[in-house]
Protein backbone atom coordinates (compact mmCIF):
# COMPACT_ATOMS: atom_id res chain seq x y z
CA UNK A 1 0.00 0.00 0.00
CA UNK A 2 2.52 2.37 0.45
CA UNK A 3 4.25 1.56 -2.32
CA UNK A 4 1.02 2.67 -4.39
CA UNK A 5 0.70 5.79 -2.44
CA UNK A 6 4.42 6.52 -3.38
CA UNK A 7 3.98 5.75 -7.10
CA UNK A 8 0.49 7.87 -7.13
CA UNK A 9 2.39 10.72 -5.66
CA UNK A 10 5.12 10.45 -8.14
CA UNK A 11 2.46 9.98 -10.81
CA UNK A 12 0.62 13.15 -10.51
CA UNK A 13 3.80 14.96 -10.57
CA UNK A 14 4.44 13.62 -13.77
CA UNK A 15 0.61 13.60 -15.12
CA UNK A 16 0.40 17.17 -14.23
CA UNK A 17 3.14 17.62 -16.58
CA UNK A 18 1.04 16.54 -19.96
CA UNK A 19 -2.31 16.66 -18.98
CA UNK A 20 -5.23 18.28 -21.27
CA UNK A 21 -5.29 21.31 -20.43
CA UNK A 22 -8.81 21.89 -20.90
CA UNK A 23 -9.56 19.78 -17.73
CA UNK A 24 -6.25 21.10 -15.74
CA UNK A 25 -5.92 20.33 -12.01
CA UNK A 26 -6.83 22.25 -9.87
CA UNK A 27 -4.57 23.60 -6.84
CA UNK A 28 -2.04 20.66 -6.75
CA UNK A 29 -1.21 17.38 -4.68
CA UNK A 30 0.21 19.75 -2.13
CA UNK A 31 -2.74 22.43 -2.40
CA UNK A 32 -5.67 19.75 -1.92
CA UNK A 33 -3.89 18.01 0.97
CA UNK A 34 -3.70 21.39 2.47
CA UNK A 35 -7.19 22.34 2.24
CA UNK A 36 -8.20 19.19 3.66
CA UNK A 37 -6.21 19.10 6.57
CA UNK A 38 -7.54 22.29 7.41
CA UNK A 39 -10.99 20.80 7.32
CA UNK A 40 -10.10 17.72 9.28
CA UNK A 41 -9.56 19.66 12.05
CA UNK A 42 -12.99 21.96 12.03
CA UNK A 43 -14.86 18.79 11.74
CA UNK A 44 -16.78 17.60 14.61
CA UNK A 45 -15.98 14.31 16.01
CA UNK A 46 -19.04 13.01 15.43
CA UNK A 47 -18.54 14.10 11.40
CA UNK A 48 -15.16 12.56 11.57
CA UNK A 49 -16.71 9.32 12.82
CA UNK A 50 -19.50 9.26 10.14
CA UNK A 51 -17.24 9.93 7.15
CA UNK A 52 -14.18 7.40 8.07
CA UNK A 53 -16.92 4.49 8.46
CA UNK A 54 -18.29 5.15 4.89
CA UNK A 55 -14.47 6.72 3.56
CA UNK A 56 -13.50 2.66 4.33
CA UNK A 57 -16.54 1.21 2.49
CA UNK A 58 -15.15 2.82 -1.19
CA UNK A 59 -15.65 0.33 -3.61
CA UNK A 60 -12.14 -1.68 -4.68
CA UNK A 61 -12.39 -0.85 -8.35
CA UNK A 62 -11.51 2.94 -6.93
CA UNK A 63 -8.41 2.50 -5.11
CA UNK A 64 -9.80 4.77 -2.48
CA UNK A 65 -8.70 2.38 0.35
CA UNK A 66 -5.48 1.90 -1.64
CA UNK A 67 -4.75 5.39 0.24
CA UNK A 68 -5.46 3.87 3.60
CA UNK A 69 -2.15 3.73 5.65
CA UNK A 70 -3.29 1.63 9.18
CA UNK A 71 -0.26 1.92 10.30
CA UNK A 72 0.27 5.15 10.38
CA UNK A 73 0.06 7.09 13.97
CA UNK A 74 -3.05 9.75 12.01
CA UNK A 75 -4.18 7.12 9.90
CA UNK A 76 -7.87 8.63 9.73
CA UNK A 77 -6.44 12.15 8.77
CA UNK A 78 -4.42 11.34 6.46
CA UNK A 79 -6.51 9.01 4.36
CA UNK A 80 -8.51 11.86 4.24
CA UNK A 81 -6.40 14.71 3.09
CA UNK A 82 -5.02 11.70 0.68
CA UNK A 83 -8.84 11.07 -0.34
CA UNK A 84 -8.88 14.86 -1.45
CA UNK A 85 -6.56 14.33 -4.30
CA UNK A 86 -8.14 10.55 -5.61
CA UNK A 87 -10.20 12.64 -8.24
CA UNK A 88 -6.78 13.63 -10.13
CA UNK A 89 -4.96 10.20 -9.44
CA UNK A 90 -8.12 8.51 -11.55
CA UNK A 91 -6.94 10.79 -14.44
CA UNK A 92 -4.75 8.33 -15.12
CA UNK A 93 -5.43 6.79 -18.22
CA UNK A 94 -2.81 3.42 -17.91
CA UNK A 95 -5.82 2.55 -15.41
CA UNK A 96 -8.14 2.64 -18.23
CA UNK A 97 -11.27 0.45 -16.71
CA UNK A 98 -10.75 2.69 -13.36
CA UNK A 99 -10.64 5.85 -15.71
CA UNK A 100 -13.67 5.09 -17.54
CA UNK A 101 -15.64 5.08 -14.42
CA UNK A 102 -14.61 6.98 -12.24
CA UNK A 103 -12.74 10.06 -14.09
CA UNK A 104 -14.94 12.72 -14.66
CA UNK A 105 -12.72 15.97 -16.30
CA UNK A 106 -16.08 18.29 -16.56
CA UNK A 107 -16.91 18.10 -12.75
CA UNK A 108 -12.75 19.97 -12.22
CA UNK A 109 -14.29 23.43 -13.61
CA UNK A 110 -17.27 25.37 -14.44
CA UNK A 111 -17.81 26.93 -18.09
CA UNK A 112 -18.17 31.26 -17.50
CA UNK A 113 -15.97 33.62 -19.39
CA UNK A 114 -14.76 37.16 -19.17
CA UNK A 115 -12.95 39.88 -21.56
CA UNK A 116 -11.14 42.63 -21.13
CA UNK A 117 -12.45 45.78 -22.50
CA UNK A 118 -11.70 49.75 -22.49
CA UNK A 119 -14.34 50.11 -19.59
CA UNK A 120 -13.08 47.29 -17.32
CA UNK A 121 -13.74 43.16 -16.85
CA UNK A 122 -16.85 42.47 -18.45
CA UNK A 123 -19.21 38.90 -18.40
CA UNK A 124 -19.22 36.84 -21.66
CA UNK A 125 -20.73 33.68 -23.29
CA UNK A 126 -19.23 30.77 -24.15
CA UNK A 127 -19.96 26.54 -23.55
CA UNK A 128 -20.84 25.44 -20.60
CA UNK A 129 -21.06 21.35 -19.78
CA UNK A 130 -24.24 20.41 -18.30
CA UNK A 131 -22.31 18.40 -15.82
CA UNK A 132 -19.48 21.01 -13.85
CA UNK A 133 -18.46 22.06 -10.33
CA UNK A 134 -21.22 24.12 -9.40
CA UNK A 135 -23.84 21.75 -10.80
CA UNK A 136 -21.86 18.98 -8.89
CA UNK A 137 -21.29 20.11 -5.39
CA UNK A 138 -24.99 20.87 -4.91
CA UNK A 139 -25.78 17.16 -6.14
CA UNK A 140 -23.54 15.65 -3.93
CA UNK A 141 -25.13 18.25 -0.85
CA UNK A 142 -28.33 16.55 -1.78
CA UNK A 143 -27.29 12.69 -2.56
CA UNK A 144 -25.24 12.83 0.70
CA UNK A 145 -27.56 13.15 2.96
CA UNK A 146 -30.08 10.61 0.87
CA UNK A 147 -30.08 7.10 3.13
CA UNK A 148 -31.36 5.56 -0.30
CA UNK A 149 -27.54 6.46 -1.47
CA UNK A 150 -25.02 3.40 -0.59
CA UNK A 151 -22.21 3.79 1.11
CA UNK A 152 -19.59 2.43 -1.27
CA UNK A 153 -21.13 5.14 -3.84
CA UNK A 154 -20.80 7.81 -1.22
CA UNK A 155 -17.20 7.34 -0.39
CA UNK A 156 -16.53 8.02 -3.95
CA UNK A 157 -18.90 11.18 -3.35
CA UNK A 158 -16.94 12.38 -0.02
CA UNK A 159 -13.73 12.23 -2.16
CA UNK A 160 -15.04 14.26 -4.98
CA UNK A 161 -16.24 16.41 -2.56
CA UNK A 162 -13.20 16.94 -0.72
CA UNK A 163 -11.48 17.52 -4.32
CA UNK A 164 -14.49 19.89 -5.80
CA UNK A 165 -14.53 22.46 -3.06
CA UNK A 166 -10.78 23.04 -3.06
CA UNK A 167 -11.34 23.46 -6.99
CA UNK A 168 -13.93 25.91 -6.91
CA UNK A 169 -11.83 28.32 -4.53
CA UNK A 170 -9.07 28.15 -7.01
CA UNK A 171 -9.64 30.78 -9.29
CA UNK A 172 -9.03 29.67 -12.44
CA UNK A 173 -11.37 27.23 -12.38
CA UNK A 174 -14.25 29.64 -12.17
CA UNK A 175 -14.08 31.38 -15.37
CA UNK A 176 -11.53 31.82 -18.71
CA UNK A 177 -10.68 34.78 -20.43
CA UNK A 178 -11.61 35.67 -23.75
CA UNK A 179 -9.73 37.63 -26.33
CA UNK A 180 -8.50 37.94 -29.83
CA UNK A 181 -5.89 35.33 -29.82
CA UNK A 182 -8.49 33.17 -27.78
CA UNK A 183 -12.00 33.29 -28.56
CA UNK A 184 -13.16 30.26 -26.91
CA UNK A 185 -11.58 31.08 -23.84
CA UNK A 186 -8.45 30.73 -22.80
CA UNK A 187 -9.07 27.52 -20.40
CA UNK A 188 -8.41 28.88 -17.00
CA UNK A 189 -4.95 30.73 -17.93
CA UNK A 190 -3.43 27.41 -19.56
CA UNK A 191 -3.42 29.21 -22.51
CA UNK A 192 -1.71 32.00 -21.23
CA UNK A 193 1.96 30.48 -21.85
CA UNK A 194 4.83 31.64 -18.78
CA UNK A 195 7.78 29.59 -19.76
CA UNK A 196 8.99 26.06 -21.16
CA UNK A 197 9.83 24.81 -17.56
CA UNK A 198 7.71 24.46 -14.52
CA UNK A 199 5.34 26.37 -13.42
CA UNK A 200 4.76 26.53 -17.91
CA UNK A 201 1.42 28.77 -18.00
CA UNK A 202 -0.52 30.71 -15.59
CA UNK A 203 -2.98 27.75 -14.70
CA UNK A 204 0.10 25.31 -13.67
CA UNK A 205 1.62 28.76 -11.28
CA UNK A 206 -1.68 28.72 -9.44
CA UNK A 207 -1.92 25.46 -9.10
CA UNK A 208 1.32 25.09 -7.63
CA UNK A 209 1.52 28.44 -5.88
CA UNK A 210 2.25 26.71 -2.42
CA UNK A 211 5.11 24.92 -3.83
CA UNK A 212 6.06 27.79 -5.62
CA UNK A 213 6.17 30.38 -2.70
CA UNK A 214 7.38 28.41 0.33
CA UNK A 215 8.95 24.92 -1.51
CA UNK A 216 8.93 21.95 0.97
CA UNK A 217 13.06 22.05 1.98
CA UNK A 218 15.08 18.85 1.35
CA UNK A 219 14.42 15.59 3.81
CA UNK A 220 11.09 17.03 5.00
CA UNK A 221 8.06 14.82 4.98
CA UNK A 222 5.61 15.16 2.55
CA UNK A 223 2.63 15.28 5.13
CA UNK A 224 4.74 16.93 7.93
CA UNK A 225 5.23 19.90 4.79
CA UNK A 226 1.32 19.69 4.18
CA UNK A 227 0.62 20.05 7.83
CA UNK A 228 2.94 23.00 8.55
CA UNK A 229 1.32 24.98 5.62
CA UNK A 230 -1.77 24.04 6.93
CA UNK A 231 -1.46 25.39 10.31
CA UNK A 232 0.62 28.33 8.98
CA UNK A 233 -2.39 29.40 6.59
CA UNK A 234 -4.60 28.97 9.26
CA UNK A 235 -2.88 30.71 12.08
CA UNK A 236 -2.69 33.66 9.28
CA UNK A 237 -6.21 33.55 8.02
CA UNK A 238 -8.55 32.09 11.07
CA UNK A 239 -12.51 31.22 10.88
CA UNK A 240 -13.16 34.55 12.97
CA UNK A 241 -11.74 36.73 9.46
CA UNK A 242 -14.24 35.38 7.09
CA UNK A 243 -17.16 36.67 8.99
CA UNK A 244 -20.33 35.00 7.36
CA UNK A 245 -18.53 33.46 4.48
CA UNK A 246 -18.59 30.16 6.52
CA UNK A 247 -21.94 29.62 6.51
CA UNK A 248 -22.34 30.44 2.72
CA UNK A 249 -23.01 27.32 1.42
CA UNK A 250 -23.89 28.03 -2.14
CA UNK A 251 -21.55 26.82 -4.96
CA UNK A 252 -22.94 29.29 -7.16
CA UNK A 253 -21.49 32.12 -5.22
CA UNK A 254 -18.42 30.33 -4.15
CA UNK A 255 -17.95 30.49 -8.05
CA UNK A 256 -18.64 34.03 -8.62
CA UNK A 257 -16.50 34.80 -5.81
CA UNK A 258 -13.23 33.55 -8.02
CA UNK A 259 -14.61 34.73 -11.04
CA UNK A 260 -14.30 38.23 -9.83
CA UNK A 261 -11.00 37.75 -8.13
CA UNK A 262 -9.74 36.48 -11.84
CA UNK A 263 -11.11 39.30 -13.64
CA UNK A 264 -9.86 41.51 -11.22
CA UNK A 265 -6.82 40.58 -9.90
CA UNK A 266 -5.35 37.79 -12.29
CA UNK A 267 -4.23 39.38 -15.30
CA UNK A 268 -2.71 42.46 -14.83
CA UNK A 269 -1.65 44.54 -17.55
CA UNK A 270 2.22 44.38 -16.51
CA UNK A 271 1.75 40.39 -16.76
CA UNK A 272 3.33 38.95 -19.60
CA UNK A 273 3.08 36.09 -21.86
CA UNK A 274 6.59 33.99 -21.80
CA UNK A 275 7.67 35.59 -19.05
CA UNK A 276 7.53 34.51 -15.51
CA UNK A 277 5.59 36.59 -13.33
CA UNK A 278 7.53 39.67 -11.53
CA UNK A 279 7.88 39.54 -7.77
CA UNK A 280 4.59 41.90 -6.99
CA UNK A 281 2.36 39.52 -8.62
CA UNK A 282 3.69 36.59 -7.00
CA UNK A 283 2.94 38.53 -3.50
CA UNK A 284 -0.41 39.25 -4.73
CA UNK A 285 -0.86 35.45 -5.56
CA UNK A 286 -0.01 33.58 -2.56
CA UNK A 287 -2.09 36.55 -0.26
CA UNK A 288 -5.20 35.76 -2.37
CA UNK A 289 -4.47 31.86 -2.39
CA UNK A 290 -3.60 31.21 0.94
CA UNK A 291 -6.99 33.36 1.89
CA UNK A 292 -8.71 31.24 -0.59
CA UNK A 293 -7.28 28.15 0.96
CA UNK A 294 -8.19 28.80 3.83
CA UNK A 295 -12.00 29.78 3.32
CA UNK A 296 -12.22 26.54 1.13
CA UNK A 297 -11.24 24.52 3.95
CA UNK A 298 -13.42 25.97 6.24
CA UNK A 299 -16.80 25.90 4.04
CA UNK A 300 -15.73 22.39 3.44
CA UNK A 301 -16.02 21.37 7.41
CA UNK A 302 -18.84 23.41 7.39
CA UNK A 303 -20.51 21.22 4.04
CA UNK A 304 -19.64 17.98 5.78
CA UNK A 305 -20.13 19.34 9.77
CA UNK A 306 -23.98 20.01 7.96
CA UNK A 307 -23.93 16.50 6.67
CA UNK A 308 -22.35 14.04 8.95
CA UNK A 309 -22.65 15.48 12.37
CA UNK A 310 -26.12 15.46 13.34
Not at 31 to 60: C, D, F, Y
Not at 170 to 178: G, V
Request: charge should be negative.
Amino acid sequence: MKKFIASTFIFSFLFSLTINPTSAISWNSTGHRVIAAIAWENLSSSAKTNIMNILKQAPEDSDLMDLYDKDSEHADKYYFMNAAYWPDIVRDRDEKTRYDKYHKGPWHYVGTYWKQTDEGPVDAEGFVDDEHIVERITHFRETLGDSRVSNGDKAVQIAWILHLVGDIHMPLHNTSRITDETPDGDRGGNSFELSDSWPWNLHTYWDGIIDVANPKADGVDDFDYYLANAEMIEKKHPQSEFNGLIELQNSTKWNNEGKQITMNNLYPEYLNQNQQPPAKYKEMAYEIAQKRIALSGYRMAEFLNNIFGK
